[in-house]
């Protein structure tokens, strides 16, 4: 398995307080990946990393900023938490040094409930 | 705007064959994935195609039409464990931007 961890796992916040989730990697992977999962809309980018301080938007990247300073570490910052971003949140991985980069590596997920 | 339709949930007999469909319309497109997740877990790759044509990996395969913008999994000798949701993801593009469909709730029965 791929060595990429979340980190918290599980959170409870209020909203309008900021949030930021953490993704750590061992595998010194190109790209990192920001997803949400909600029932019924699958697996949705909020932001992705090309590199170091190299990042772009997804799909629904309102609400959400992130930060790349290290290859093995990627942040997502909820700026002021919303209930519409209770979510399950997954971070992933892809493109090793052997440049192959379609698989992604998917990190355990983080459950945040905003009240 | 960028679709990618599976049915929502199938349901097939323990060792059985099933197939899950995936059509897309989207703006780019690299290759087709497939995911597996199940219930509580994150997603898993299964399979990847970029060109036409059928690809198998053990009791796994995965279609890919271009022209038809469609592409299928295919799961032979069902086993329990299979129960899962199944994912197909298009590759928009070389940054390696994955779109993805809703999921396939896969139920098998004994």
Redesign the interface.
């Known amino acids: 398995d791929a060595g990429i961890t979340q980190s918290p796992r599980h959170k409870v916040t209020e909203t309008g307080t900021p949030v930021t989730l953490r993704c750590h990697q061992t595998e010194n992977h190109r790209y990192m990946y920001w997803y949400r999962q909600d029932p019924g809309h699958g697996l949705r980018l909020i932001h992705y990393s090309y590199g170091v301080k190299d990042t772009d938007k997804g799909e629904v990247s309102d609400g959400y900023s992130v930060s790349r300073s290290k290859t093995e570490d990627f942040l997502l910052t909820l700026e002021s938490a919303t209930s519409s971003q209770t979510s399950v949140y997954f971070c992933a991985i892809s493109g090793g040094t052997s440049g192959v980069g379609e698989t992604q590596y998917f990190g355990p997920g983080t459950r945040l409930l905003v009240l | 705007g ?1 679709s990618l339709e599976q049915p929502s949930e199938v349901t097939a007999v323990e060792g059985a064959i099933v197939q899950i469909n995936c059509t897309y319309q989207t703006s780019g497109f ?2 087709l ?1 497939w ?1 597996q997740q199940h219930d509580g ?5 299964l399979s ?1 195609n ?1 060109l036409d044509g059928l690809e198998e990996t053990g009791r796994f395969s995965s279609f890919l039409s271009r022209s038809d913008s469609y592409g299928y999994l295919l799961l032979q000798e069902l086993q329990m464990k299979d129960s899962a949701s199944y ?1 197909c ?1 298009v ?1 928009l593009d070389s ?9 396939t709730k896969l139920i098998i029965k004994p």
């Open positions: 960028q690299y290759g994935s995911y877990g994150a997603p898993t790759f990847y970029a994912f993801a590759s940054n390696y931007q994955l779109i993805w469909g809703a999921g």
